[in-house]
C-alpha cells in the first residue's frame, strides 16, 4: 500500500512566521506534487519535483519555495505566512507519467 | 482561467438510484481524464480513469464516458451506496509536456439513504 504522509494534520501560525509543511513517501516515487485545496476553487497545483533536487513551479508558486534533498521527502516553505495562505495542504506522488497520484490525508494551515 | 469544469457545486441522491457527475475542459490537449474522491479530512483518491482513445471505461459500480466534441465527460454511479458521499474532482492531463494534473473545482455528492 502507497503511504503519503504530512509532518502535521492541522497547524496554526502568525502572519510573517516561516512555515515548513512536510512530506514523506515510502514508495520510491520520482514525482512529488504541493497543492493547496481552497473551496470553489477545487485543487491548485503550487510546485512538483520530478527527482531529486528538481522543482519546477505549478499555477499558483508566488509565495512558496520547495526543498527536495531526498527522494522520499518534499518540503513546502512559507517564506513568510500571510492570511491568503490559509488553506488545506495536499502533498502527492506518483510513480511516473501517466501514473496515478497517490495523496496525503493534508495539511490545515490557518495563518493569524 | 479555469480548463477543467466542474458546474455542480453539490447533487443530492437518493441511494440505489444513479449519481451523474459532469465535467467540461476547454484545453484540447488534455488527452487523459481522471476522477478522484475526497472524504472530509483526508486527500483524494484514485478512481478510474480514461484516456482520449476510448470513450467509456468502466470499473464496477463506476463508469466514465468521455464525449471528445463536446468536451465533456461523466462520471456514472449505479447503484449509488450512503459511501459514496463525497466530493468529487475530476481531473485532465495533456500529454505534452510535463503530463501534471489540472483538477476541477469538485462536486460533493449526498447520498440520502
Known amino acids: 500500500d502507497v503511504k503519503v504522509t504530512q509532518s502535521s494534520r492541522y497547524l496554526v501560525k502568525r502572519t510573517g512566521e516561516k512555515v515548513f509543511l512536510e512530506c514523506v513517501q515510502d514508495?520510491?516515487?520520482?514525482?512529488m506534487f504541493w497543492y493547496r485545496q481552497d473551496p470553489g476553487l477545487g485543487l491548485r497545483l503550487i510546485y512538483f519535483?520530478?527527482?531529486?533536487?528538481?522543482?519546477e513551479k505549478g499555477d499558483i508558486p508566488e509565495g512558496y519555495s520547495v526543498s527536495r534533498e531526498k527522494k522520499e521527502r518534499f518540503s513546502l516553505i512559507l517564506e513568510s505566512a500571510s492570511t491568503n495562505q490559509t488553506s488545506m495542504y495536499l502533498c502527492?506522488?506518483?510513480?511516473?507519467?501517466?501514473?496515478?497520484?497517490?495523496f496525503g490525508p493534508g495539511t490545515r494551515l490557518l495563518v493569524l | 482561467d479555469q480548463q477543467v469544469k466542474q458546474n455542480s457545486p453539490s447533487l443530492s441522491v437518493q441511494e440505489g438510484r444513479i449519481s451523474i457527475l459532469n465535467c467540461d475542459y476547454t484545453?484540447?490537449?488534455?488527452?487523459?481524464f481522471l476522477w478522484y474522491k475526497k472524504y472530509p479530512a483526508e486527500g483524494p483518491t484514485f478512481l478510474i480513469s480514461?484516456?482520449?482513445?476510448?470513450d467509456k471505461n468502466e470499473d464496477g459500480r463506476f463508469t466514465v464516458f468521455l464525449n471528445k466534441s463536446a468536451k465533456h465527460l461523466s462520471l456514472h454511479i449505479v447503484p449509488s451506496q450512503p459511501g459514496d458521499s463525497a466530493v468529487y474532482f475530476c481531473?485532465?492531463?495533456?500529454?505534452?509536456?510535463?503530463?501534471?494534473?489540472?483538477f476541477g473545482t469538485g462536486t460533493r455528492l449526498t447520498i440520502i439513504p
Open positions: 502527492a506522488s506518483r510513480t511516473g507519467m501517466r501514473e496515478t497520484q497517490y
Open positions: 514508495m520510491d516515487h520520482e514525482n
Open positions: 519535483s520530478y527527482d531529486v533536487k528538481m522543482k
Open positions: 484545453n484540447s490537449m488534455f488527452d487523459y
Open positions: 480514461i484516456s482520449s482513445i476510448k
Open positions: 481531473a485532465a492531463s495533456a500529454k505534452v509536456g510535463n503530463e501534471k494534473l489540472t
